[in-house]
């Protein structure tokens, strides 16, 4: 029984690392995108111009997203603590 529930959390911490990770990445890659085609368009070919908007961006992101993604996290930490004694009377 406490195998099956490791392997639960093990799941359900992985999804959400995929959750809270998903919102920075994909504007990266969409900023990211744009750029690249924007420096094609113009030849524009400065390497720190992509850098800089993506970083730029995903710093926003999180700013933007940072209540939402903090109750994730403690919400998952609150159903791993509350489950310790659950686990320790049964095993």
Not at 21 to 43: D, E, W
Not at 60 to 76: K, N
Request: hydrophobic fraction near 65%; charge should be neutral.
């Amino acid at each position: 029984m406490f195998q099956t529930e490791i392997m639960a959390l093990s799941y359900r911490a992985l999804l959400l690392i995929l959750l809270l990770s998903a919102p920075p990445i994909l504007i990266s890659m969409v900023l990211g995108l744009f750029v690249a085609i924007f420096q094609a368009a113009t030849q524009i070919q400065e390497q720190t111009l992509s850098f800089t908007v993506k970083l730029f961006a995903v710093i926003f992101t999180v700013i933007l997203l940072g209540p939402w993604l903090g109750q994730m996290i403690l919400q998952f930490t609150n159903t791993i603590f509350n489950g310790i004694p659950v686990w320790a009377a049964a095993g």
